[in-house]
């Protein structure tokens, strides 16, 4: 069964709406988790990396204040997607784990459409 | 930093036909190697992983994959595909970070 669970799968909305998506890792607790983006018939680019109880470490080209990332446990991430926009549709994946005792696991992704 | 080569981004081939999806990787430091699959509108299912010992990797779904250390590769291999294996394919290295390859959309045709 899955072991990271990542909610809402699909988001249809808005422009300038917000929109949060939420990544659970269900059997283990995380204290690292990442978000990916990806475009179609493309490859995922690593967004951010959360960590519990800090800040986000966000890759560069990523605005901070559009993609505002909460690590509030060490089982929940979420990503918000603030006044979104058509360019912001895309798929948003996240995963958690990570090494020798725990592999990654990647959640089912999150389709968002902005109209 | 690491990265990660996929030479083919489609590879089409007929059904039962043996399939060699090909990644080679570049990293300054001893990383792990992955390989995923990502079906249409779905997230990503992991295949095999090479994390040490056996450089020969067997995986679900009859995948297996070689790790050569000497010419930074890890290829994936099916003796006989099926139609429904057609999907995207990712070869990831983690080593400093998590990176994944461009990608290689494996097509089976009937």
């Known amino acids: 069964g899955a072991v990271v669970s990542q909610h809402p799968s699909r988001v249809i909305c808005k422009s300038g709406t917000s929109v949060k998506i939420e990544c659970r890792s269900l059997?283990?607790?995380?204290?690292?988790m990442f978000w990916y983006r990806q475009f179609p018939k493309q490859s995922l680019m690593l967004m951010a990396t959360s960590n519990e109880g800090s800040k986000a470490t966000y890759e560069q080209g990523v605005e901070k204040d559009k993609f505002l990332i909460n690590h509030a446990s060490l089982t929940l991430s979420t990503l918000t997607v603030t006044s979104a926009h058509p360019e912001d549709s895309s798929f948003y994946i996240c995963?958690?784990?990570?090494?020798?005792?725990?592999?990654?696991?990647f959640g089912d992704g999150t389709r968002l459409s902005i109209l | 930093a690491q990265s990660v080569t996929q030479l083919d981004s489609q590879v089409p081939v007929f059904e039962e036909a043996p399939v060699e999806l090909r990644c080679n990787y570049s990293?300054?430091?001893?990383?792990?190697l992955f390989w995923y699959v990502q079906y249409p509108n779905q997230g990503l299912q992991l295949l095999l992983k090479?994390?040490?010992?056996?450089?020969l990797v067997k995986g679900i779904n009859g995948f297996e994959a070689e790790f050569n250390k000497s010419q930074t590769s890890f290829h994936l291999r099916k003796p006989s595909v099926h139609i429904s294996d057609t999907a995207e394919y990712f070869c990831?290295?983690?080593?400093?970070?998590?990176?994944f390859g461009p990608g290689t959309r494996l097509s089976v045709l009937p």
């Open positions: 990293s300054s430091v001893s990383v792990y």
């Open positions: 059997d283990f607790q995380a204290t690292t």
């Open positions: 990831a290295v983690e080593g400093q970070n998590f990176v």
């Open positions: 090479y994390l040490s010992g056996s450089t």
């Open positions: 995963s958690a784990g990570g090494g020798l005792d725990q592999p990654q696991h």
